[in-house]
């Protein structure tokens, strides 16, 4: 089953009022609602983000790493041929 992107844009201010309904109810409702399987895919739904997140950074980190170490080598490269010069 793949998501429709146009109907949960016309229906996110539907979501919002619903989730703020949700936020004002008592807890025995929130329960009701609030299923173990809804909690399970909310779960998988907030590991599957992180891990997203956490490999965009590693790659963040990867590229400043080799930026880093561009400019050492260049500085080193730049060193050495001025005190060839002296």
């Known amino acids: 089953m793949q998501k429709n992107g146009s109907k949960a844009i016309a229906d996110q201010s539907l979501n919002n009022s619903y989730w703020g309904q949700i936020n004002h109810s008592p807890k025995a ?30 790659d963040e980190d990867y590229k400043q790493n080799v930026i880093q170490m561009t400019r050492l080598a260049e500085r080193n490269k730049m060193m050495m041929k001025h005190n060839d010069r002296l």
């Open 29 to 58: 409702a929130v329960d009701i609602l609030v299923t173990p399987t809804v909690l399970k895919m909310d779960r998988a739904s907030c590991d599957h983000l992180l891990k997203a997140i956490l490999e965009e950074k590693k």
